[in-house]
T-cell receptor, first 110, second 113 residues
Framework: GESVGLHLPTLSVQEGDNSIINCAYSNSASDYFIWYKQESGKGPQFIIDIRSNMDKRQGQRVTVLLNKTVKHLSLQIAATQPGDSAVYFCAEATGNQFYFGTGTSLTVIP | GAVVSQHPSRVICKSGTSVKIECRSLDFQATTMFWYRQFPKQSLMLMATSNEGSKATYEQGVEKDKFLINHASLTLSTLTVTSAHPEDSSFYIC?????????FGPGTRLTVL
C-alpha cells in the first residue's frame, strides 16, 4: 500500500515561536491532503486541507504547503500556544482511500 | 464544522460479552463512515468502511464476524465487538465522510477485563 510518513516524530517549541511539522507521501496520484490534530484521549480534529492543484493554503494561524515535486507536505503553526500541544497527523486521500501518517507529537514549552 | 459523536465514550466489560458503539453524524448525512482502532502512541488503523444501506467493507485481517458493523441510516453507524477479549481493548474511533474530508468522532475507550 501507499505510505505517508513524518520526518520528525517529536517536536518541542517555545511558546510564541512558529512550528513546522513535515510529512512525506509516496503516491504521486494523491489529489487531496489533510492535517489533523489529536489531543490525548480524543479523536482527531480537522485542521486544514489542500488539494493537489494548490501549493499553499492558509487558515487561522496555520498554513499548509504542498510540494508535489518532492511529494512533501508541511503544516506551519504561527505563534504556537500551549493549547497547540498535541499529535498532528497528515493524511493523503484519493476517493475513499485515506492513508495516515504516524503522527508528530508537538510539545509547547511555556 | 461537521460534528460526529460516539457513544459510549468509555466502556468496561467482562471477557466474553458484546459491546456496541454508536457513531452519529449530528448535522449532516454521511453516506460513508469509517471505523478505526488506535493503540497508544500509534496511528489510526482502518478496520472497515461502512456504507449506508450496504455491507461494510473490511480491511484485511479484520474479522467481520467479530466486529459487526451496521450502517442503517445516513446518520448512524454501529460497531459491535462480539465476544470481547482483553486483546480487543483499545481506542475505537469512527469518522464520517462529507465531500472529500473525514470528520472524526471523539473515540470510545474499550477495556475488556
Amino acid at each position: 500500500g501507499e505510505s505517508v510518513g513524518l520526518h520528525l516524530p517529536t517536536l518541542s517549541v517555545q511558546e510564541g515561536d512558529n512550528s513546522i511539522i513535515n510529512c512525506a507521501y509516496s503516491n504521486s496520484a494523491s489529489d487531496y491532503f489533510i492535517w489533523y490534530k489529536q489531543e490525548s484521549g480524543k479523536g482527531p480534529q480537522f485542521i486544514i486541507d489542500i488539494r493537489s492543484n494548490m501549493d499553499k493554503r492558509q487558515g487561522q494561524r496555520v498554513t499548509v504547503l504542498l510540494n508535489k515535486t518532492v511529494k512533501h507536505l508541511s503544516l506551519q503553526i504561527a505563534a504556537t500556544q500551549p493549547g497547540d500541544s498535541a499529535v498532528y497527523f497528515c493524511a493523503e486521500a484519493t476517493g475513499n482511500q485515506f492513508y495516515f501518517g504516524t503522527g508528530t507529537s508537538l510539545t509547547v514549552i511555556p | 464544522g461537521a460534528v460526529v459523536s460516539q457513544h459510549p465514550s468509555r466502556v468496561i466489560c467482562k471477557s466474553g460479552t458484546s459491546v456496541k458503539i454508536e457513531c452519529r453524524s449530528l448535522d449532516f448525512q454521511a453516506t460513508t463512515m469509517f471505523w478505526y482502532r488506535q493503540f497508544p502512541k500509534q496511528s489510526l488503523m482502518l478496520m472497515a468502511t461502512s456504507n449506508e444501506g450496504s455491507k461494510a467493507t473490511y480491511e484485511q485481517g479484520v474479522e467481520k464476524d467479530k466486529f459487526l458493523i451496521n450502517h442503517a441510516s445516513l446518520t448512524l453507524s454501529t460497531l459491535t465487538v462480539t465476544s470481547a477479549h482483553p486483546e480487543d481493548s483499545s481506542f475505537y474511533i469512527c469518522s464520517a465522510k462529507i465531500a472529500d474530508t473525514q470528520y472524526f468522532g471523539p473515540g470510545t475507550r474499550l477495556t475488556v477485563l
